[in-house]
């Protein structure tokens, strides 16, 4: 059962100091005024945060729910296909991209 944008809305406003907004015409979600995850403009994949050895992890395990656009090659995002991401791995995924734009001291108080 693919993953709902709303379901999306919600995991990313479930943490600390996020902010929705807007990036690139599409639904964003920001923390401390950084961008961690934004809608794609095909309204079917999620554009996430993710280092380079997370990425290429995630991309050598499924290739069908994670890719990346010749754009992002050189950049820490990647492509989630919602139609093929579980929601508790995606849950996951979005507690990375957030931790890894969030201040120290918002992410030392998360783990409280």
């Known amino acids: 059962m693919p993953v709902s944008f709303e379901s999306v809305r919600q995991m990313a406003l479930a943490l600390d100091n996020v902010t929705e907004g807007t990036s690139y015409g599409t639904p964003a979600f920001k923390v401390g005024g950084k961008l961690f995850a934004r809608l794609h403009q095909d309204g079917e994949s999620l554009i996430i945060r993710m280092d380079f050895n997370q990425r290429e992890d995630l991309l050598a ?14 950049h820490e995002w990647m492509h989630v296909r919602l139609s093929r991401v579980q929601p508790n791995t995606l849950r996951e995924l979005i507690g990375l991209a957030w931790s890894a734009r969030a201040a120290k001291k918002l992410r030392a108080s998360r783990g409280k």
């Open 61 to 74: 395990l499924d290739p069908d729910a994670y890719y990346i656009t010749d754009h992002y090659i050189d």
